[in-house]
């Protein structure tokens, strides 16, 4: 199993999890971060103050999943948070010890949702 | 019938300008002034938070450019003594606008209190294209839209025009202002098209406390509004006034009750949506009814406000924020209620309508209520898609994502300043001339 780390667009958040949902990837989390990936700065002006935000909103996604969904998540990901600008984000693909399902106790391959890629 | 006729009996009295007139016209005019502001909050709390500042800068920036080009054309458009369909440019660039009596107060005073009108009207239209505008060509429809369309309507029905002399009652403005800008505010949000987003994803209110609070200054300006109307410090004010204080009270109840028996709940959202159709119900009504029919009248308008916002968030029509569900059906509503319930009892320059057994009163209101309907989204359809010919009228995908308030205004609304780095001015120390710290080569 691995842990897919992937940082988006706020705004391509929508289309993203609509990606995952129609991939059958279920079980991720998703929290705001800040962050700058080279884009061009974007400046603000209040009143006098010019202000460059360097960091910008970002969105992490956290999806714990079994070997063959692997390819078939970062699949979906990378279609769907793609706007073909600089500042579209990363996905990372990270080894795991171990996962366990605090509901049932379950461990490894068992506890990540799906445990098997159905075939379509 | 309405405001002018009105005028003229008391110019023949009363030649002079009144204190008292003056003292409350002086006083409705920051009041209705205030409606815009108060728009802002209304429509500001409704959007999502990234583009809070744009909707809440589309109604501030009416202030400024629909007040200057009022001043500047459309008053004389709309007032100035002209033709059964658009006024004369007498008064154009302010001539001939001096502290004379027109009526019982001063000629500016009077071009001021309905230049607050103009305005409101036109930050009223912005509901329906919010978040995905692009605000520069806004500006430019604003302006244009108060000349050919705003003008030539409140010249119809206030400015001695084809409708005023049909004997179509409209107090305050439910015609020339809230069909007008609903009708308007329907064609826009067709011609500019549905958000991204919309039907695809939940789009909520971001601050609904800022409804609230848009709601009730709303309601404290419209004193002004329909009070005002009377254009003096008389009984007829004090009619509309009151009208002003019933109606949305009945119109609130029967909302939040619609909202209860419907979901369960009583919603806030729904509760300062109900005060805002009361509102507009009532404002064609304000000074021809009683008090008992405001009430009435109030509750009657709750119904199909109610379900025309309940079914258009159904459909693919994108009136963000109801502008014509309330504004447009609001005022239809209104428009034609007050051919039912107005009375020569309550105000003997009015008439009598369906319920004093003077039923032509509805289609004479019908006739009015058409005719703007047509005017306004004829105009609006052409304003906008000749500005279409020239300019693009919608932010692009991404700049709709990322939000309007940073790709338009370069603000966002809710910072905390994490990430962003000052950029110190170019210049040198205040008070030290620019070029003597950083010389500039001469070009050649």
Request: net charge neutral.
């Amino acid at each position: 199993m691995k842990l897919i780390v992937a940082i988006i667009r706020p705004d391509r958040l929508n289309e993203v999890l609509e990606a995952l949902y129609r991939a059958e990837v279920t079980g991720l989390t998703v929290s705001r971060v800040l962050g700058h990936g080279g884009e061009t700065d974007r400046v603000e002006t209040y009143r006098g103050t010019t202000v460059k935000m360097e960091l910008q909103e970002k969105v992490r996604l956290e999806i714990g999943v079994s070997e063959p969904f692997v390819d078939v998540t970062v699949r979906a990901i990378l279609t769907s948070a793609r706007t073909g600008e600089v500042g579209d984000g990363k996905v990372f693909v990270l080894d795991v010890n171990q996962v366990h399902r605090i509901r049932t106790g379950e461990r490894d391959e068992l506890a990540v949702t799906p445990t098997e890629l159905v075939e379509s | 019938m309405t405001r002018l006729p009105l005028l003229l009996t008391l110019q023949d009295a009363a030649p002079a300008v009144v204190p008292a007139d003056t003292a409350w016209m002086l006083v409705s005019t920051a009041l209705v002034l205030l409606m815009t502001p108060a728009l802002a909050f209304f429509y500001g709390g409704l959007v999502r938070s990234k583009n809070s500042l744009n909707t809440m800068m589309m109604s501030f920036a009416a202030l400024g450019v629909v007040g200057i080009v009022w001043a500047l054309l459309a008053y004389s458009l709309a007032f100035a003594e002209g033709n059964a369909w658009i006024g004369g440019v007498t008064n154009a660039l302010l001539a001939g606008v001096g502290t004379e009596a027109k009526g019982t107060i001063p000629h500016v005073l009077f071009m001021a209190y309905q230049g607050t009108f103009a305005i409101i009207t036109a930050a009223l239209i912005s509901g329906a294209v919010v978040e995905r505008m692009r605000f520069g060509p806004y500006l430019a429809f604003i302006a244009l839209w108060t000349v050919f369309v705003y003008a030539p309507v409140a010249h119809w029905v206030w400015g001695g025009g084809w409708l005023m002399t049909r004997g179509v009652l409209d107090f305050a403005g439910g015609t020339v202002v809230h069909i007008n800008a609903g009708v308007s505010a329907l064609v826009a949000a067709l011609v500019l098209g549905v958000r991204k987003d919309y039907g695809r994803q939940a789009i909520l209110p971001h601050n609904v406390p800022f409804v609230l609070l848009g709601a009730g200054l709303l309601w404290f300006g419209w004193f002004g509004f329909n009070g005002g109307s009377a254009l003096a410090a008389n009984e007829l004010a004090g009619l509309a006034f009151t009208n002003t204080f019933l109606a949305p009270m009945a119109t609130l109840v029967v909302w939040v009750l619609l909202d209860y028996f419907r979901t369960g709940r009583a919603t806030a959202v729904g509760g300062a949506t109900g005060i805002v159709i009361g509102l507009v119900a009532i404002t064609p009504a304000a000074g021809f009814i009683s008090p008992t029919s405001a009430l009435v009248l109030g509750a009657l308008a709750a119904f199909p406000s109610y379900f025309a916002i309940v079914f258009r968030s159904r459909t693919k029509l994108d009136d963000s924020l109801d502008v014509f569900a309330g504004h447009g059906i609001g005022g239809l509503t209104g428009a034609l209620l007050t051919g039912v319930f107005a009375s020569k009892a309550w105000n003997a320059a009015g008439n009598d309508g369906l319920l004093a057994g003077n039923a032509g009163q509805v289609a004479t209101q019908a006739l009015g209520v058409a005719s703007s309907i047509v005017y306004a989204a004829v105009g609006t359809f052409v304003i906008l898609k000749l500005m279409g010919l020239v300019t693009v009228l919608r932010a692009a995908p991404r700049s709709e994502g990322l939000g309007l308030d940073v790709t338009q205004h370069g603000e966002e609304a809710y910072t905390n300043g994490e990430g962003s780095i000052l950029v110190m001015p170019e210049a040198g120390p205040v008070g030290a001339p620019a070029h003597a710290l950083t010389p500039q080569p001469v070009a050649r």
